[in-house]
């Protein structure tokens, strides 16, 4: 008879050994996925905001080559505002992507910063409607391609990091 009873404590005593560091481990991992740090160290790449600069890059320098003199163009206010606010558009739903997730205080500065040289250019034309010279926008459009692969760096860079 005390075999038996032996028998059938000893289940109960493994279990009891293997859940108590199965506990602990469970338990201090639930606390580490409530820390920012773990979580984004384990995040995956941000490739949302990766594709809204890209697609802002894109925006811009069509913008700057639409509005390039040359080949015959004539000026039109009413094309200078509907492509300045198409613009626009892209970059308020990406500051808002942005700020409807985890704050990155680098990537929002990126995109304020590409986001306020835009309206500069827009302004620009707009002041003197007339259309960009083309020696002007080719030393424009490098200064333009120069940022946006600054701010695709940091994204890299970012990724990196996840």
Same mark, same amino acid.
């Given at each position: 008879? /005390? ?7 000893? %289940?109960?005593? +493994?279990?009891?050994?293997? !859940?108590? %560091?199965?506990?602990?481990?469970? =338990?201090?991992? #639930?606390?580490? !996925? ?9 995040? %995956?790449?941000?490739?949302? =905001? ?18 390039? *003199? *040359? *080949? *015959?163009? /004539?000026?039109?206010?009413? &094309?200078? !505002?509907? +492509?300045? !606010?198409? #613009? @626009? ?9 942005? =700020? ?19 309206k500069s250019h827009a302004s620009f034309? @707009? +002041? ?16 333009? @391609? =120069? ?7 940091? @994204?890299?860079?970012?990724? &990196?990091?996840?």
């Open positions: 008879m /005390t075999n038996l009873r032996y028998l059938q404590r000893q %289940p109960l005593a +493994r279990s009891t050994r293997l !859940s108590a %560091p199965l506990i602990l481990i469970l =338990s201090i991992l #639930v606390l580490l !996925s409530g820390c920012t740090t773990i979580s984004e160290f384990f995040a %995956p790449p941000d490739t949302v =905001s990766r594709q809204n600069i890209t697609e802002l890059r894109a925006a811009h320098l069509a913008f700057i080559d639409e509005f390039t *003199g *040359g *080949g *015959g163009k /004539t000026w039109d206010d009413a &094309r200078l !505002s509907a +492509r300045t !606010s198409a #613009v @626009e558009d892209q970059f308020t739903e990406a500051k808002q992507y942005e =700020s409807n997730k985890r704050k990155d205080a680098a990537r929002e500065r990126a995109i304020a910063n590409l986001h306020q040289q835009f034309l @707009e +002041r003197r409607k007339a259309f960009y010279r083309p020696n002007f926008a080719r030393e424009l459009k490098t200064q333009v @391609e =120069s940022n946006y692969a600054e701010a695709l760096r940091g @994204e890299d860079a970012r990724a &990196r990091r996840s």
